[in-house]
C-alpha cells in the first residue's frame, strides 16, 4: 500500500514540475519594469533549480520543442504540455541535469526574446539579456526586446 501514495506524490510532482504556470512570465515582467533595469538575469526571475535553458519561439509545435529536448515520443505531451499557438506567447524549457524541470509559457508583453539566442540550451549564468525598448503601444506601454548579452 505505500507505493500508491508515492507513485501520486512523484505523479503530481512531475506534473507541477512541467507546467504552463505563467508566474515565471509575470516575474520577468516585474523585474525588467521594476527601476529601468539594464539587463535581466534569467535566474533572478526563478524560484526553483535549474542549469540550463531553451527559449522557444512562437508557434513552436509541441512535436519540435519534444524534438529539441530529447524527450520521447510517449513522454511528450506529459513534459510538454502546451504547444505555442499565438504570436504573442513564447515557451521556455528549464533543466537541470538534463531533464526538464519548468516548461512555461511566456508572454512577449512581459518581454520578448524574438528573435531567439543561437547556440542553446543557455547556461543560468550566461542566461543574462539586455533590456531594449522597441515599440510604444497607442496606451503608452513600452515593449521591451530582451537581448543575450
Not at 4 to 17: E, F, G, M, S
Request: hydrophobic share 45%.
Amino acid at each position: 500500500m505505500r507505493s500508491i501514495p508515492v507513485l501520486l506524490v512523484a505523479t503530481a510532482l512531475a506534473a507541477a514540475a512541467c507546467s504552463d504556470a505563467s508566474d515565471t512570465s509575470e516575474a520577468i515582467g516585474r523585474l525588467i519594469r521594476t527601476d529601468k533595469p539594464a539587463e535581466l538575469r534569467l535566474a533572478d526571475a526563478t524560484r526553483f533549480a535549474w542549469d540550463r535553458v531553451f527559449i522557444f519561439e512562437p508557434y513552436t509545435s509541441r512535436a519540435r520543442a519534444c524534438g529539441v529536448l530529447g524527450v520521447k515520443d510517449g513522454d511528450c505531451e506529459r513534459i510538454v504540455p502546451f504547444e505555442s499557438m499565438d504570436d504573442g506567447e513564447m515557451s521556455l524549457a528549464f533543466l537541470a541535469q538534463g531533464r526538464v524541470v519548468r516548461y512555461v509559457r511566456h508572454s512577449r508583453a512581459n518581454g520578448d526574446f524574438v528573435p531567439v539566442p543561437a547556440n542553446q540550451p543557455l547556461a543560468r549564468d550566461d542566461a543574462v539579456f539586455r533590456i531594449v525598448p522597441f515599440e510604444t503601444l497607442a496606451n503608452g506601454r513600452t515593449l521591451l526586446r530582451l537581448v543575450k548579452k
